[in-house]
C-alpha cells in the first residue's frame, strides 16, 4: 500500500516537473527575447504558448544519428546518466510541509552525491562522441564540476552548522525563528557562493563553457540529435529547477512565506523557485561568458576561501552564542 | 588599489548595472514587426514592382516609344519594340522589362518626359518561376491598375518624380531630384 502511495507521489512530482520543464524553455525564450526587445517565440498559439508542445513533437520525430565511430553502449546511456542523476534528486526536495517522495535524513548529502553524479553523463556524452568538440565540451565540464563542487558543498556547511541537520525539512523548519523566515541574512556570504557556483553547476552561462557555442559548437552533445538531445536539454532544466529548489529550500526557508497562502501550500516555494528561474535567465541575458583561467580563478580563488571564510564565522557565532 | 575600486569588485557594480539595463529594457515595447501580419507603409517614392502609366483620358498607354528609358537602363532590361500607331506617331508595339536583371534604380523613371513608367510600391511578388518575373506590356498595364489607379498614379507624380512635358508646381519640402529650369 505504502509502495503504490510512494509511486503515485513519484509520477506527479515528475509530471508537474516535466510540464514546468517544458514551459521553463518557453518562459526562457519569452524574457531573453524581451531584455534584447524582442518578442519571442509568438507563432504557435497566442503569443507562442504551445511552443514547448511543437518543439517536442519536433525533436520527437526527429531522426536519432548516432555517429559511426562513436562508443555506442556509452553513446546511448550518457543522456539517460544525465536525466536520471538529476530526475532523482527531486525525490529528497521537500515541496510543501510533510510532501517528500523520501524524506530521508542526508537529503543534503544525497542531493550533492547526483549533481556530482550528472557530470558523469556530460563527461561520458563527450568522451563517448568521438569528435573533438564534445571532447573538449567534456574535459570542461568535469574540471568545472570538479571545482565549483566543492565551493557549493562549502556554501551549504554554513546552513548544516546553523540548522543541525542535514534533513531538508528540518532544515525548512529550522529557519521559521529566523528574520523574513530565512537564512539569508545570516549566511548571505553562504547564498552568494551556492548562487554563483550553482549557474557553474548547470553549466548555463557565464560559465557556460562545456557547451559553449562560439568555440566548440555545441560542447558535449554535438553529436546528439533527436529524443537523445532532448534529454540533456531536460537533464539542464531539471537542473537548474533543482538547484533553484535547494537554494529556496536553505536559504529562503521552503515552503514559509511572510503570509500564509490558503489552500495551496507549495504556492511560497514555487514563487520563490522562479524568481531564482528568473535570475539564471537574467544573468544569461546580461553578462558574456567568462574566460576559462577566469572560470578557475573565481571557482578556487575566490569562491572556495569566501566559503571557508562563511564556515568560520558562522562557527564562531555559534560557539559564542552557546 | 583604491578605495572605490575595492567596492566595485566587492560589489560586482558592473554586472549590477548591466542587469540594471536588461530588466529596464525588458519592460520596453519590443521593436520587432510581425512581418506578414505588420505591414510597414512604404516611403514616398518607394522603388517597387514596375507599372505602365494610363493616361486616364483615353484609356491608353501614355508611353511615346522615344526609348529613352532602355538607353539610361544601367542594367540594359528595358526592351522596346516600336511600330506607326494609327494617327502617324510611334507606338510602343512591345514594351518588356526583365525583372531580374532590374536594379531599382529608377532611372527611367526619371528618364521619361511624359511619366509613362512607374515604380510602385509592391514590392512581394517573388516566384519560382522566371516568366512570371518577365513583364510584358499588358502585365505592366495590370500591375498600374492593381497598384496604382485612381488618386494614388496622379499623386505619384505630383509629389515625387517630374516628367519634363508635364507643368506640375513644386510643393513646400519637395524633394528634388532634379531642379527645373527658370
Known sequence: MNIVFIVIKIAIVVGIVMAHVAYATYFERKAIGHMQVRLGPMRVGPHGILQPIADFVKLFFKEDIIPAQADKPIFYIAPVIAVFATMSSLAVIPFFEGFAIANINIGLLFIFAMSSLGAYGIVLAGWSSNSKYSFLGGLRSSAQVISYEIAMGLSLVGVMMMAGSLNLSDIVKAQSAYPLKMYLIPQFLGFFVFLVSAVAETNRTPFDLPEAESEIVAGYFVEY??????????????????????????????????????????????????VLIFFYYWIRATVPRYRYDQLMAIGWKVLIPLALLNIVITGFIKVMRG | MKFKEIVKTVFFTEILKGMALTFKSMLTHAVTRQYPEEKRPAFPGFRGLHAFAIEPSTGKEKCIACGLCAAVCPSKCIYIYTKEGEDGRKVPEKYEIEILRCIYCAFCVEACPVGAIVLTEHFEYSDYSKEALYMTKEKLISNWNKYMAGEKGKQYFEKFWHPTLNDYREYEGQPVFRKKEG
Not at chain 1, 533527436?226 to 539542464?236: D, K, P, T
Not at chain 1, 535547494?246 to 514563487?271: D, K
Request: proline share 6%; aromatic share 24%; net charge neutral.
Open chain 1, 225 to 274: 540529435s533527436g529524443m537523445r538531445f532532448a534529454l540533456f536539454y531536460a537533464a539542464e532544466y531539471i537542473g537548474m529547477i533543482i538547484m533553484s529548489s535547494i537554494a529556496t529550500v536553505c536559504f529562503l526557508g521552503g515552503w514559509n512565506g511572510p503570509f500564509e497562502i490558503p489552500y495551496i501550500p507549495f504556492a511560497w516555494f514555487a514563487v520563490k523557485v522562479y
